[in-house]
């Protein structure tokens, strides 16, 4: 326990980065919130981004943001839905010569929302952008990845480890996400590729905003499911009041820094973690949290509403 704990605390950080010059780093969800700030960090170390971002007008502000320094911004617009999309991005990529030094995996979308009330085609969407489009990504660009030897990044949540009621739509899609990078890490290990998962709490992006309002323009109408649950508007400010909390406690928008510094340790260090653990939230929930039993969490959920 004690080497376990010099080599975690002292020893790992102290051995020297890999520089970034020359190598391709890809981002998806790189429109706002972490993935620009992942964008940008990373065209500061020099590596050449591909930023990808939904919209033209997200990937102009890129372009604009970040240009005669030491990197090189090349924003793409991206669905992570979209086979061609994903296709067309791998093939840019591959064309540029530079070896793929990380993918990461970031775009993800939210709805909070009570799991009787919000549609199936809720779920499907939050599914497809968040897990499917992890999947398909990965898929594109592992070639690439073990020719270099490279990272899969993959943002995840801090909830896949401990979910919580009106997250369904969110915390199921996180689950299959940080699952999925455990089976391919098993997989990959043989190639001198790593994948890890970086596990936030709760840090101010557009998350809880964007969450919020899927969340209640797709929750139904149905008037017996209606009385049977506390109003949506109710709950929302229930939940958001405690996130908004969090977000302060982690740094407000300073905060993430925190999330981008682990996520550059995983794209550089020689011996990166599997998994980063962001935020004090998170640590709570990782270190005691998770150990709490089923009966009390249910009766502390049940009482906030």
């Not at 992890?134 to 030897?149: E, G, K, N, W």
Request: aromatic share 10%; charged share 20%.
């Amino acid at each position: 326990m004690i080497t376990w704990g010099w080599w975690r605390f002292v020893g790992r950080p102290m051995v020297p980065y890999c520089p970034l010059e020359g190598q391709a780093i890809v981002i998806s969800g790189s429109d706002y919130g972490f993935g620009k700030a992942f964008a940008v960090a990373l065209y500061d170390l020099g590596a050449t981004v591909y930023a990808g971002c939904l919209s033209e007008a997200s990937a102009e502000k890129l372009r604009k943001q970040c240009s005669g320094g030491p990197g090189k911004m090349m924003p793409l617009v991206m669905d992570v839905t979209k086979d061609d999309d994903v296709a067309d991005a791998a093939e840019v990529v591959k064309k540029s010569g530079l070896p793929v030094r990380a993918l990461i995996n970031n775009a993800g979308i939210s709805a909070f929302g009570w799991a009787e009330m919000l549609p199936l085609r809720r779920y499907q969407r939050n599914m497809e952008v968040n897990f499917f489009g992890t999947v398909r990504l990965t898929q594109a660009f592992l070639p690439m990845i073990r020719a270099s030897q490279g990272r899969v990044v993959n943002i995840g949540s801090i909830g896949a480890r401990m979910p919580s009621s009106f997250g369904s739509a969110y915390l199921s899609t996180k689950s299959a996400m940080v699952s999925y990078s455990e089976c391919v890490r098993q997989e990959v290990f043989r190639f001198g590729v790593r994948v890890i998962t970086v596990e936030p709490g709760f840090f101010e992006t557009e998350l809880l905003a964007n969450g919020s309002n899927n969340g209640s323009t797709d929750s139904g109408n149905d008037a017996e499911v209606l009385s049977a649950y506390p109003s949506y508007a109710e709950k929302m400010e229930k939940t958001a009041e405690p996130i908004r909390n969090l977000e302060k406690l982690n740094g407000g928008k300073e905060g993430l820094r925190h999330v981008t510094n682990c996520v550059i340790d995983a794209c550089r260090s020689p011996v990166p973690l599997t998994r980063y653990t962001v935020g004090w939230d998170a640590k709570l929930i990782r270190h005691v949290l998770v150990f709490a039993p089923a009966w009390l969490i249910d009766r502390v959920q049940t009482a906030q509403g």
